[in-house]
């Protein structure tokens, strides 16, 4: 086990001092807590026992570009044998939040016997669309080349997103191999294909008629629908659903438009017989996978589907 984690710390490399680039702290855990407690009086942010099992090494550098370093955090399950993979991707309207926000989850999940991955991506002031995506994908085929160091078994990979994350994991899951949303400057030779989506409350569709984006769409996708209709298309899951999707899971709050094109990116699902499922927390608000009761309930649903697509 120490040589694990001598050969994690090295890969980690060391965080370069201060790097200049525009950050929005606006969507925490706590301002997120804040802004429900009066709402929801019993809500409580979950206190996570450590496993002994689980290998924990943060802040790995899997990309650089001239002062620009991307990081992510993995929770490894300790086993001798390859474990199935779970890419995690935290919200913030593409513009705010940061990869710790999924470290609760990612602990719990691996748990179970996964090796989780909580993903920093350059946000909407620093890059617009589609460099996020570009991020996540290039992070996944880094987990694959060093697949033996993380115990990763690299044809079970899941992609998990919360909000704006959802919305990415579902895309990220969609275009499989699909060269028009892969980093051309990437010579891994791995692939960043992905064999399960979990979208927790993303859009599925931006220009839809249960789709109320608007702002925080409009800034990351570069302009409005008018100004940049392709981009509000492509970034879609939806326009890219068809018979090599991965099978999928919802997790969702009862509010319609954070699961808008859901059900006709379904319709699609079910005429390929692909697997779904969709998992709805009533009387729940956007960002309930951060707080009690509904914590515990999202973790279960993911490792329930995931054990069923990977083990």
């Known amino acids: ?3 694990i984690i001598l050969i994690l710390f090295l890969l980690s490399g060391a965080i370069n001092a201060q790097q200049t680039y525009p950050v929005d702290t606006s969507y925490t855990v706590k301002s997120t807590y804040a802004k429900l407690i009066k709402k929801y009086p019993s809500i409580t942010i979950p206190v996570i026992e450590k496993n002994k099992n689980l290998i924990q090494i943060k802040d790995i550098i899997y990309f650089k570009e001239n002062e620009r370093t991307l990081h992510f955090d993995a929770f490894v399950y300790n086993t001798k044998k390859q474990n199935p ?9 593409w513009r705010s939040g940061d990869k710790t926000q999924m470290n609760a989850l990612a602990e ?20 617009k669309y589609p460099y996020g995506v570009y991020d996540v994908k290039n992070a996944i085929k880094f987990i694959k080349d060093n697949a033996a160091k993380f115990k990763v078994d690299p044809d079970k990979i899941a992609v998990l997103g919360c909000s704006s994350g959802g919305q990415m994991a579902a895309l990220i899951g969609t275009t499989n191999e699909n060269p028009t949303f892969e980093d051309a400057s990437n010579q891994s030779k791995s692939s960043s294909k992905v064999n399960a989506i979990i979208d927790i409350d993303g859009v599925l569709a931006f220009r839809h008629p249960e789709s109320s984006e608007g702002e925080m769409a409009s800034f990351w996708l570069g302009g409005s629908y008018d100004e940049k209709p392709e981009n509000w298309k492509n970034a879609s899951a939806l326009s890219h659903t068809d018979k090599n999707t991965p099978p999928t899971l919802f997790i969702n709050s009862s509010i319609d ?14 005429q390929y017989k692909i697997y779904n499922e969709v998992q709805t927390l009533e009387n729940s608000p956007h960002s ?15 490792v329930q589907f995931l054990n069923k697509i990977f083990k």
């Open 85 to 93: 993979a779970v890419i995690m991707i935290h919200g913030g309207g």
């Open 288 to 302: 309930f996978w951060f707080f009690e009761p509904w914590f515990y309930k999202t973790t279960d649903f993911t």
């Open 257 to 270: 438009r954070f699961h808008a094109g859901r059900d006709d990116m379904i319709k699609i699902l079910n």
């Open 1 to 3: 086990m120490r040589k």
């Open 108 to 127: 719990e999940i691996a748990s179970y016997g996964y090796s989780c991955f909580t993903i920093e991506y350059r946000l909407s002031l620093e890059a």
